[in-house]
């Protein structure tokens, strides 16, 4: 249940620090924004496994945090380009 809530927080901060980052006006509340966080990070850890792997029994990986706003990112700069042009 913990390890939950700490997704769901840190998935919040992530979108919001990409929601900064990215130019321009979102309208994404707070669901949005947890929601963004959080795919960033699945979309940033998936990236970053693709080109170097965690040590063994490493908690989290490095680049964990930057991977997550560059996952971010990207998610957002789709939803701009397709969701939110309508």
Known sequence: MLH???????GFIIGLIARAIMPGAQQLGFIMTTLLGIGGSIVGGLIGRMFSKPADGAAFHPAGVIMSIIGALI???VWI?????A
Do not use: G, R
């Open 4 to 10: 939950i809530i700490w997704s769901i927080i840190v």
């Open 75 to 77: 998610l957002l700069f």
């Open 81 to 85: 380009k397709f969701f939110a042009a």
